[in-house]
C-alpha cells in the first residue's frame, strides 16, 4: 500500500524566511504533485513532477524530486503571509488515484 | 466550463436517507475523480472513470457507496442509508488526459452533514 507522508505537519513561519516540506513516499512513483488549500477552499494545482531531479519554480516556491529518495521536497523562499494556506503532496503509483500526504500547514507571522 | 463544478455545495440529511451529489468536469475532460476529504486530513480516493468506464472503485468504502458516468461527462457519486460516520467533504476531480501527466483539477466540494 502507497503512503506519504509530509513533515513538518505544522509550521509557523517567520515573513522573510525560508523553509522547507519534506514529503516521503513509500513506494516506486516518479509522478508527485503539490496542491494547496486556503481554509474552506478546494485544492489548488501548484506543480507536477514526473521525473527523477525534476525541479520547477513558481516565485518564492520551489519543488523537487528524487525519485531514488522517494523524496520530494517544496523550498519556501523569503515567506511572505500570502503563502499561508495548507500544503498537500501527492503520489501515484500504477494506478492514476492520487494518495495524498497528511497535509503541511504553514502560518507565516510578521 | 471554465473548472469542475458540484452540486450541491451543502448536503445535511437524516441518516439512513439517500444522498446523490453531482460532478460536473472540466469540459473535454477525459478522467474524473471522486475523493473524501475529513477534516484535517488530506483527501482521500474514492473511485474513478475514463469516459463512462469505472477504472477502479477500490476506495469506496462499503456497497451504501456507488457512482456513475453514464454519458461520459456529468458524474453522480450516491449513498445510501447514509450513516453519521459518512459526514464528510466530498470533492470531485478532472483530469484532461488518463496517463502518464495527469495533472487532476478540483472541484469546490459538496459538504455533506449526516443528522
Known amino acids: 500500500e502507497l503512503k506519504v507522508e509530509q513533515n513538518p505537519l505544522f509550521l509557523s513561519m517567520q515573513e522573510g524566511k525560508n523553509y522547507t516540506i519534506y514529503c516521503n513516499y513509500s513506494?516506486?512513483?516518479?509522478?508527485l504533485y503539490w496542491y494547496r488549500q486556503d481554509p474552506g477552499k478546494s485544492l489548488e494545482s501548484l506543480f507536477v513532477?514526473?521525473?527523477?531531479?525534476a525541479v520547477k519554480q513558481e516565485g518564492r516556491l520551489m519543488a523537487s524530486l528524487d525519485t531514488k529518495a522517494r523524496l520530494s521536497t517544496l523550498h519556501i523562499t523569503a515567506a511572505v503571509h500570502d503563502l499561508s494556506a495548507t500544503y498537500f503532496c501527492?503520489?501515484?503509483?500504477?494506478?492514476?488515484?492520487?494518495?495524498f500526504g497528511t497535509g503541511t500547514r504553514l502560518q507565516v507571522t510578521l | 466550463g471554465a473548472g469542475v463544478s458540484q452540486s450541491p455545495r451543502y448536503k445535511v440529511t437524516k441518516r439512513g436517507q439517500d444522498v446523490a451529489l453531482r460532478c460536473d468536469p472540466i469540459?473535454?475532460?477525459?478522467?474524473l475523480y471522486w475523493y473524501r476529504q475529513a477534516l484535517g486530513q488530506g483527501p482521500e480516493f474514492l473511485t474513478y472513470?475514463?469516459?463512462?468506464?469505472?477504472?477502479?472503485k477500490s476506495g469506496l468504502p462499503n456497497d451504501r457507496f456507488s457512482a456513475e458516468r453514464p454519458e461520459g461527462s456529468i458524474s453522480t457519486l450516491t449513498i445510501q442509508r447514509t450513516e453519521q460516520r459518512d459526514s464528510a467533504m466530498y470533492r470531485c476531480a478532472s483530469s484532461k488526459v488518463p496517463g502518464f501527466y495527469n495533472e487532476q483539477f478540483f472541484g469546490p466540494g459538496t459538504r455533506l452533514t449526516v443528522l
Open positions: 513532477l514526473l521525473s527523477n531531479g
Open positions: 469540459s473535454g475532460h477525459v478522467s
Open positions: 501527492a503520489v501515484t503509483g500504477t494506478a492514476s488515484k492520487l494518495t
Open positions: 472513470f475514463n469516459y463512462e468506464a469505472q477504472q477502479d
Open positions: 513506494t516506486t512513483s516518479d509522478r
